[in-house]
């Protein structure tokens, strides 16, 4: 009787040790560290490829502004020349903010990643609506009426 509980004892001691394979778990666990890292670079990649997309966006309509301001120099009166270069300055201000959140994007690391990503995207999806507003508030200045001129 001894004997057939020491048996079974074994048996339960040995069916837990071989279930639990410590060393298998460390290669998951290797694994898992390692999609982590990918995940990472693959998102990382990814926003700073969305910014400098917007970065170069804002590029071009700053380019178009500045040619359309060219074309329309002898037109514009002194007062509305300075508005217009205002109006360009704060959409520079915005390509700016822009380029700090591509900055913060190059500096973050995987062990940051996850606290600051929400926090780079927030400012990203802010500067990209400022930008909007900025260029639509150029666009305005010559859609709206002559009083600009």
Same mark, same amino acid.
Request: proline fraction near 1%; glycine fraction near 2%; charge should be negative.
């Given at each position: ?5 020491? $048996? =079974?004892?074994? &048996? ?5 040790? *071989? +279930? ?19 995940? *990472?670079? #693959?998102?990382?990649?990814? $926003?700073? +490829?969305?910014?400098? +997309?917007?970065? !170069? ?5 700053? !380019?178009? *502004?500045?040619?359309? #301001?060219?074309? !329309?120099?002898?037109? @514009? ?5 300075? #508005? ?6 704060? @959409?520079?201000?915005? #390509?700016?903010? @822009?380029?700090?959140? @591509?900055? !913060?994007? /190059?500096? =973050? ?21 400022? &930008?909007?507003? +900025?260029?639509?508030?150029? /666009?305005? *200045? ?8």
């Amino acid at each position: 009787m001894k004997l057939l509980k020491l $048996l =079974s004892m074994g &048996v339960i001691v040995s069916s837990i040790l *071989f +279930a639990c394979e410590p060393a298998q778990k460390s290669e998951d666990h290797d694994d898992a560290d390692d999609i982590t890292m990918a995940d *990472f670079e #693959r998102e990382r990649d990814e $926003l700073k +490829a969305e910014i400098k +997309a917007e970065i !170069d966006e804002v590029d071009a309509k700053i !380019d178009k *502004f500045q040619e359309r #301001r060219k074309s !329309d120099a002898e037109e @514009l009166s002194d007062e509305a020349e300075d #508005r217009y270069e205002d109006l360009i300055d704060n @959409l520079k201000d915005k #390509r700016e903010e @822009l380029k700090e959140e @591509l900055n !913060d994007v /190059e500096k =973050s690391t995987e062990s940051n990643w996850d606290n600051t990503k929400a926090d780079i995207k927030k400012g990203f999806n802010e500067a990209k609506s400022a &930008v909007g507003k +900025a260029a639509q508030e150029v /666009e305005d *200045f010559f859609e709206g009426d002559n009083d600009n001129v």
